[in-house]
């Protein structure tokens, strides 16, 4: 180990792009494109990501000369937007003792509640070795800045283990996801359900044909650069109906971005809502796909009509996932109508580490408790699913 230097980044410019991903495909040998260096380091180009919004990048490398051997991607940050994690308990907490909750230090792709979260080691050398040394710097980092705490969110099950046995703290959330058990095509997944919710889910796709909309999918290097520009327009314009709860985190450079590199461009998939030219939508949504997962990101639309949201954002981009053979589709957060429509409630762990042992020490108390509740709740939220007796829903 004595050969190992550590340095923190403030950029992803500050890295290698090939060394980057070289550790991530190690990582994930499916395609996981939230933690590519061109999605993270655009983040930041764009300005969605940067030290003005609350976010600054702060990622460790592990490097043996000029080889990395390994990276943490982490954001130092001034409050906790973005990452769908709720900790505001933790900050009351904190200030009821008499400490500083900001800034801290998360570990994400931000702004992306999906899973697989790790460092991203070298295969050639030891994962629990190295992983528990990354901590022990964090660790000695936060003391150095004092920094309350450390979150590493929508954690990849595989690494937790290892980020356990080295004194993170785990704390269960629930998100939805649909899980395809093989499904021939649309109708056999509406068979699932039970004779009520068919109805439903028939009524509410009628209601967007009978608007006259049809919803056309189109992917990668068939998207015209100008739609993911419109597809900008939607995802402002829905942001903005929220007013100061809006949620809009990505810049317009982002989005050119993601229509100017193809390499960015072949995850995307815009479900297009339309009335003649899938070119023209009257609303749209954006999803990003890799190998068989697909992930729902945005949306919105120039017009108020009944189900709309419903067919772009879950039934179209199901059908979809269907027809291609795809394993999982998460939606993104929130929403409690996404289980009638046949998304099942999956534990989302997240790891955290804090400085303050008077701190530690009563959230590791309160953790096993809260973990439990919520395990009761997704049992409770599955056993309600709108499907048929006989349906057992696949879990991931």
């Given at each position: 180990m004595a050969e190992l230097q550590a340095r923190w980044h403030q950029s992803l410019a500050e890295i290698p792009e090939a060394d980057w991903d070289a550790l991530l495909a190690a990582a994930h040998p499916q395609e996981l494109p939230f933690y590519r260096w061109r999605w993270l380091q655009q983040l930041e180009a764009s300005g969605s990501i940067a030290p003005r919004e609350g976010w600054q990048g702060c990622h460790l490398g592990?490097?043996?000369?000029?080889?990395?051997?390994?990276?943490?991607?982490?954001?130092?940050?001034?409050?906790?937007?973005?990452?769908?994690?709720?900790?505001?308990?933790?900050?009351?907490?904190?200030?009821?003792?008499?400490?500083?909750?900001?800034?801290?230090?998360?570990?994400?792709?931000?702004?992306?509640?999906?899973?697989?979260?790790?460092?991203?080691?070298?295969?050639?050398?030891d994962e629990a070795e190295l992983t528990a040394l990354m901590l022990e710097l964090?660790?000695?980092?936060?003391?150095?800045?004092?920094?309350?705490?450390?979150?590493?969110?929508?954690?990849?099950?595989?690494?937790?283990?290892?980020?356990?046995a080295a004194g993170c703290a785990?704390?269960?959330?629930?998100?939805?996801?649909?899980?395809?058990?093989?499904?021939?095509?649309?109708?056999?997944?509406?068979?699932?359900?039970?004779a009520n919710q068919r109805r439903n889910i028939k009524r509410e796709r009628q209601a967007v044909a009978a608007a006259g909309l049809t919803v056309t999918p189109l992917l990668g290097e068939a998207i015209p650069p100008a739609l993911v520009g419109r597809m900008y327009d939607f995802y402002?314009?829905?942001?903005?109906?929220?007013?100061?709860?809006?949620s809009k985190y990505l810049s317009e450079s982002f989005f050119a971005a993601l229509a100017a590199d193809p390499e960015l461009r072949r995850h995307i998939v815009l479900f297009s809502a339309h009335r003649g030219d899938p070119g023209e939508p009257v609303a749209m949504s954006l999803c990003v796909h890799a190998?068989?997962?697909?992930?729902?990101?945005?949306?919105?639309?120039?017009?108020?009509?009944?189900?709309?949201?419903?067919?772009v954002c879950y039934y179209a981009p199901i059908a979809w996932a269907i027809e291609r053979g795809i394993r999982a589709f998460d939606p993104g957060a929130g929403g409690s109508h996404k289980r009638r429509r046949g998304f099942v409630a999956q534990p989302r762990v997240s790891l955290h580490r804090w400085s303050d042992p008077r701190f530690?020490?009563?959230?590791?108390?309160?953790?096993?408790?809260?973990?439990?509740?919520?395990?009761?709740?997704?049992?409770?939220?599955?056993?309600?699913?709108?499907?048929?007796?006989?349906?057992?829903?696949?879990?991931a």
């Open positions: 592990l490097w043996r000369g000029e080889v990395l051997l390994a990276v943490a991607p982490l954001y130092l940050k001034g409050h906790s937007y973005g990452e769908f994690v709720f900790d505001q308990s933790f900050a009351q907490l904190a200030g009821q003792l008499g400490l500083r909750y900001y800034p801290k230090l998360v570990g994400m792709s931000p702004v992306s509640p999906v899973q697989g979260y790790r460092f991203l080691i070298d295969p050639a050398e964090i660790d000695a980092f936060c003391r150095q800045h004092a920094i309350l705490s450390c979150n590493f969110l929508y954690v990849d099950p595989g690494w937790q283990p290892l980020a356990e785990a704390w269960v959330n629930q998100q939805s996801q649909w899980i395809n058990p093989g499904h021939g095509d649309f109708n056999a997944y509406l068979a699932s359900f039970n402002a314009q829905h942001c903005s109906r929220w007013g100061a709860w809006g190998g068989d997962q697909l992930w729902g990101r945005y949306w919105g639309s120039d017009e108020q009509i009944d189900c709309l949201h419903f067919e530690a020490s009563i959230l590791q108390r309160w953790l096993p408790g809260a973990n439990e509740e919520m395990a009761e709740l997704m049992a409770a939220m599955n056993a309600e699913l709108p499907f048929t007796a006989a349906y057992d829903p696949p879990h």
